[in-house]
């Protein structure tokens, strides 16, 4: 079955380590790749997002995400994180006209 | 101008009962998509609406659930004779188009809770 995998399910990390989320995903043709951030109390919000292009995408907060087709993964990566990164990240994939989901990551970041 | 908008945001219920979750969608937003969002797991995708195209329902679990769009805005998600693994949030996110090449906009959800 086609699916979204996110290997983490709790990260925990200090203020200024660095963070990469693992993302993996079973479609094989082309597909639209995202990954959404949950905030406590707030809604999904976007934090980037790969169309076509560049494997190297940038998104909003310092945060980039490498699409690698062989390996079938997105990995989400940021290189210092900070107390206002804890929150759910989740990593989508959208082959058909709906976005399938990972289970989502909670990172945890420590001051 | 505003965003996607959700009601009621929390709704407690019981074993049987019928319930009705409306979405708002983003003025002008052509598609319309249903997400469920149970404990501990991701979100899982249960309906969308794109303009007047009949809705793909492939990932409604139940014929306990349905949902329809009026006037290719507002969409209203029923749950009938309501069970207690219903109980999730329920999200709601339009986009311009289809989700291939558009970015989605997700409400605040809606908490339901089946006693």
């Known amino acids: 079955a086609q699916s979204v995998s996110q290997h983490n399910h709790h990260v925990i990390l200090s203020e200024a380590a660095s963070l990469e989320l693992g993302c993996n995903y079973s479609?094989?043709?082309?597909?639209?790749l995202f990954w959404y951030v949950q905030y406590p109390g707030q809604h999904l919000q976007l934090l980037l997002k790969y169309f076509s292009g560049d494997p190297l995408v940038k998104g909003i907060k310092g945060f980039e995400a490498e699409f690698i087709k062989s390996k079938f993964s997105f990995n989400l990566r940021k290189p210092s994180v900070q107390w206002s990164d804890t929150a759910e990240y989740f990593c989508?994939?959208?082959?058909?006209?709906?976005?399938?989901f990972g289970s989502g990551t909670q990172l945890t970041v420590l001051p | 101008g505003a965003g996607v908008s959700q009601s009621p945001s929390n709704k407690v219920t019981e074993k049987g009962k019928d319930v009705e979750l409306r979405c708002d969608p983003i003025?002008?937003?052509?598609?319309l998509y249903w997400y469920r969002q149970s404990l501990g797991q991701g979100l899982e995708f249960l309906i969308y609406?794109?303009?007047?195209?009949?809705?793909?329902k492939s990932g409604l679990p139940s014929d306990r659930f349905s949902a329809e769009r009026t006037g290719g805005s507002v969409s209203t998600l029923t749950i009938q004779r309501t069970q207690q693994e219903d109980s999730a949030v329920y999200l709601c996110?339009?986009?311009?188009?289809?989700?291939?090449?558009?970015?989605?906009?997700f409400g605040p959800g809606t908490r339901l809770t089946v006693l």
């Open positions: 609406f794109q303009g007047n195209s009949a809705p793909d």
């Open positions: 989508a994939a959208s082959p058909a006209r709906q976005l399938t």
């Open positions: 479609y094989g043709g082309t597909v639209n």
């Open positions: 996110a339009s986009s311009q188009g289809l989700v291939m090449n558009n970015e989605q906009f």
């Open positions: 003025s002008g937003h052509t598609a």
